[in-house]
């Protein structure tokens, strides 16, 4: 019987725990699910020998291959170094398998001559589950695993689960909401958008205790779900009862598009229109637009006409191939931008028309919601600073010339502005800046935002 030495299976697991990268480590610890490993992958020298403490060799062996066909690594770098032991496994359990079958074969004869039915033919299904029974426990794991569960874009197509799980991350969860049953009683309910690799789909949850249970960027098993389609607003939705099982899984990378696609599920929205035809449109429309945005105004305190009170707001930019338009957030919605730079591409919906005069822009709503399409990219240039609109401690804003002649506003830490040119950021910070102006620096720039700065 082939023997695996657990040393020498450490020293293979170290090497391939060492091939990961941090994202790959991350997955592979949420697959294992060991207590120890759980919240860090800093230490990763004692991994390998946690891992084999929790499992055993043999059990960590087939954890091991089953979590590299997950994340994937199918490489030859980790391969080579897991199939001497996935291979020694097979042959031991192989071996096994031969010694159980001629106890079976010798038991049965035996009873053949007690038992009259004993010629009688054995079913097919009974043959086929006695034959996957016996494959090697690594890859029985594997099959299950791969057959078990079925996409969402699947799910949305044939609009039937059957027995099989959808696995999914929770993109964005509502508020709770209520509904009122024949008997009239108040019952509550939410909603969840969920994406996986292949697409996205909105999660009716029954039931206030629920709520609790799901968060947002965590990753669930669903099963015994009722699969619904809305004919007039021609979505899938996936109904999770009392009846339906839910349980945590492994991490899954969803891409950037589909999260956004599962944001949007959540919140109704009229259709996106251009800038140009939010601009035309009459006062108070209800609009979506969507585009880059070019600039993002300072938080401003206002005080509303004919009310004894004052409001907060903040202006941004936005700008498409028919025009660009102001965008008014008041109060709350304000932090709907904390994370958008300008560059980013956007969508914003359910704003409303404003006309003053000639101009128009928009206003937030309580329904308004911004979503971020596409980062701005990250571009290397050199710029001539020529003029500083605003300098603080934290952060400074500066004018600067590009290489089209063209002028524009940047924002830079100051810190990294102050070591850049080599002066003080206590006292007259802003004087001691204009003493050096105009002068060049060659820059990582994101949008209008300064990352990297460096004396030309």
């Known amino acids: 019987m082939s023997s695996i030495s657990e040393s020498e299976w450490k020293k293979a697991l170290t090497f391939i725990i060492e091939d990961l990268d941090k994202p790959q480590l991350k997955k ?34 087939q954890k091991i ?19 001497p032991f996935v291979e020694k496994l097979k042959n031991k359990e192989n071996e096994g398998n031969k010694g159980n079958k001629r106890k079976r074969s010798e038991t049965e004869s035996e009873s053949a001559e007690k038992t009259p039915e004993a010629g009688r033919q054995t079913h097919p299904e009974t043959v ?16 299950e695993k791969r057959h078990a569960r079925k996409s969402i874009h699947d799910v949305k197509i044939s609009g039937d689960l059957g027995n099989k799980v959808i696995a999914g991350k929770v993109v964005q969860k509502s508020g709770l909401r209520t509904y009122e049953t024949k008997k009239r ?11 996986d690799e292949t697409g996205s789909i909105k999660v009716m949850v029954y039931g206030r205790e629920r709520y609790q249970r799901f968060q947002e960027k965590s990753c669930y098993l669903f099963r015994e ?28 990378d969803v891409p950037e598009n589909l999260e956004m696609e599962a944001r949007m599920l959540i919140y109704s929205q009229t259709p996106v229109c251009s800038i140009g035809q939010a601009i035309g449109s009459e006062e108070k429309t209800s609009v979506s637009v969507e585009g880059k945005v070019t600039e993002i105004g300072s938080v401003e305190t206002v005080k509303l006409k004919n009310k004894r009170r004052k409001r907060d707001k903040r202006e941004f930019q936005l700008e498409d191939g028919t025009g660009s338009i102001w965008i008014t957030l008041w109060g709350e919605d304000m932090k709907q931008l904390r994370g958008i730079s300008p ?60 290489s089209s002649g063209e002028v524009q506003s940047f924002v830079v830490t100051s810190s ?3 070591k850049a040119f080599g002066v003080r950021l206590e006292g007259d910070f802003e004087d001691r800046l204009l003493e050096k ?11 209008n935002k300064i990352m990297k700065i460096k004396y030309a």
């Open 437 to 447: 102006m105009p002068f060049s620096a060659d820059v990582e720039i994101k949008g």
């Open 343 to 402: 560059g980013d591409s956007v969508r914003v919906v359910n704003v409303k028309t404003s006309h003053y005069y000639d101009s128009v822009s928009l206003n937030s709503t309580d329904f308004t919601r911004i979503f971020k399409v596409q980062s701005a990219t990250v571009e290397n240039v050199t710029i001539q600073i020529i003029g500083i609109k605003d300098a603080k401690k934290t952060e400074t804003e500066v004018d600067a010339q590009i």
């Open 28 to 61: 592979m610890l949420g697959f294992l699910d060991i207590p120890k490993q759980k919240k860090t992958t800093k230490s990763r020298e004692t991994i390998p020998q946690t891992i084999i403490e929790f499992y055993g060799v043999e059990k960590s062996i």
């Open 128 to 143: 086929a589950r006695g034959r996957h029974l016996l494959r090697p426990v690594w890859l029985r794991g594997e099959i």
């Open 185 to 195: 009683e108040k019952k509550f309910f939410f909603y969840l958008g969920v994406a």
């Open 65 to 83: 291959d089953e979590a590299m066909l997950w994340i994937p690594r199918k490489d030859e770098a980790v391969q080579d170094q897991l199939r």
């Open 416 to 418: 990294l502005l102050a």
């Open 225 to 252: 779900v009722i699969m619904e389609e809305n004919v007039i607003k021609g979505e899938s939705i996936m109904k999770v009862t009392k009846k339906s099982i839910i349980s945590k899984t492994a991490p899954i």
